[in-house]
């Protein structure tokens, strides 16, 4: 790993160019294209149940041959006609080893039924753009194919290979598309640092762009079963073994149980950072938990926000709920599903018998649940893994950029509590940075529900400003 001369470089190339263009916009046409590309991806249906992954991956394909591409430098490819990944490759000079973009096209399921307009129609209304995948994912997908296209117009030859990645699986399914690159085509995605754009980075405070998150490290995905089972019987004849009972007995134990309080290097910077924004009791509380040892009230007082406690400790919740078999019998099983967010440093196993040892109940079984739903007695070891180092490097460039377009915003780094293909880059070794530049209303957060939507001018702006970022990270 090659970082100290990339970043150096990267920060060299960003000084001259961003200057250059830091008076410049995309420009209507610009506009244009990043809004037709987003349309086309959301009217096409990549959910897992009915959709085609495959037909979104061949039209952003076409766009790029259309442009000037070797036919060599887009590829398709997967395992299932449903499920293949497009790879495009924008050569450069070789100056430095590639960097990776990474995109997923699928979609989570939208009933129709639910959704005040067709969620598979982009609709442009009240400043939004409505429609599923506007900010979870084909928003940045749209930027990131609009942004490569308009470099090979220009003739931009960046100083290192940019490889784009748009691939299927991550909201769900059996074909994770960069877990399956990184298991049979290595060679076509391999990079020195990788850019994932599946986040949206700036959660606004009254209407105000104030803080850029730049993600580094992730928690762990894990689900877990919880299980009894019973005899049964007539219900006319109910005894005092009960396994809906005992089983949410158990449920009652964990929602009582909070997960130790724990900080990384991702965690504390953000902290350190975000109390200079805070004011009050809040700041005094981001102040005594990153000090040791950390002050036990501030903890408490800060974990009572949904957001602070996710991010200093491991979470798990019932998230599914299935017993009996018949309306007059009593049940002979009852099961719970239990999904966890485990923060780096712990596996899934230790959690598995975490689990165990809270509903202390050796009629509950706690087993771990794959992603083929089979139920395992025990879990992988696979850990959380260590968080990408944030060198000042990459903070000073991202704010740069980011403070021609918001000019008072901070990036601070920081952990996401959910979890995203970022996960396979990182495993294999690939410094991985998880950022979107648009700016939302954490209060109107619509991503993997009804109505999703995205402001037009969040998503323009996410167009400029990755325009110019990608331009200065890749210029020398």
């Not at 990339?6 to 000084?15: E, F, V, Y």
């Amino acid at each position: 790993m090659r970082r100290a001369p990339a970043c150096a470089a990267l920060l060299a190339g960003t000084l001259v160019l961003a200057g250059a263009q830091a008076g410049e916009s995309t420009g209507a046409a610009s506009r244009q294209l990043a809004r037709e590309l987003l349309q086309q991806l959301v009217e096409i249906n990549t959910t897992d149940s009915v959709g085609n992954v495959s037909e979104a991956a061949e039209a952003m394909a076409q766009r790029f041959r259309a442009a000037g591409f070797a036919a060599a430098d887009v590829q398709l490819l997967g395992p299932s006609p449903k499920k293949q990944n497009l790879v495009v490759r924008l050569r450069g000079s070789g100056a430095h080893q590639p960097l990776l973009l990474l995109g997923h096209l699928d979609v989570v399921e939208a009933p129709r039924e639910d959704w005040a307009t067709d969620p598979f129609r982009l609709v442009e209304k009240d400043g939004y753009f409505y429609g599923r995948g506007t900010l979870d994912m084909k928003n940045g997908v749209a930027v990131m194919v609009t942004t490569l296209l308009e470099m090979k117009r220009e003739g931009f030859r960046p100083a290192r290979d940019i490889i784009l990645a748009l691939t299927a699986d991550e909201e769900g399914g059996t074909a994770n598309g960069v877990q399956w690159l990184y298991q049979n085509r290595p060679e076509l995605i391999a990079a020195e640092l990788a850019i994932n754009q599946d986040d949206w980075s700036i959660p606004t405070e009254n209407g105000r762009a104030v803080v850029f998150n730049l993600a580094a490290s992730e928690k762990l995905y894990a689900d877990f079963e919880l299980s009894v089972s019973n005899p049964g019987g007539h219900s006319s004849e109910p005894g005092p073994e009960n396994a809906i009972y005992t089983l949410t007995q158990a449920l009652d134990r964990l929602a009582a149980y909070q997960f130790p309080f724990e900080l990384n290097a991702v965690t504390r910077a953000y902290y350190q950072r975000r109390a200079a924004l805070e004011s009050g009791q809040r700041a005094a509380d981001m102040r005594a938990i990153v000090r040791e040892p950390p002050d036990p009230q501030a903890i408490r007082r800060l974990s009572q926000d949904i957001r602070d406690r996710s991010t200093t400790h491991t979470t798990c919740v019932p998230t599914r709920l299935e017993a009996g078999h018949a309306n007059n019998a009593l049940p002979q099983r009852a099961q719970a599903v239990v999904n966890c967010r485990i923060l780096p440093g712990h596996s899934a196993e230790e959690i598995r018998q975490q689990l165990q040892q809270v509903v202390a109940n050796a009629q509950v079984r706690v087993r771990y649940l794959g992603s083929d739903g089979r139920a395992l007695e025990q879990a992988p070891q696979a850990r959380a893994l260590p968080p990408t180092e944030v060198t000042p490097e990459m903070l000073n460039l991202l704010q740069q950029v980011a403070q021609q377009i918001w000019p008072q915003i901070v990036v601070i780094p920081f952990m996401e509590v959910g979890t995203s293909d970022s996960e396979y880059s990182m495993a294999a070794g690939v410094p991985t940075y998880t950022f979107g530049a648009v700016p939302f209303d954490p209060d109107d957060d619509r991503a993997h529900g009804r109505d999703e939507r995205v402001a037009v001018n969040s998503f323009y702006q996410d167009n400029e400003f990755f325009r110019r970022y990608l331009r200065a990270l890749t210029a020398r």
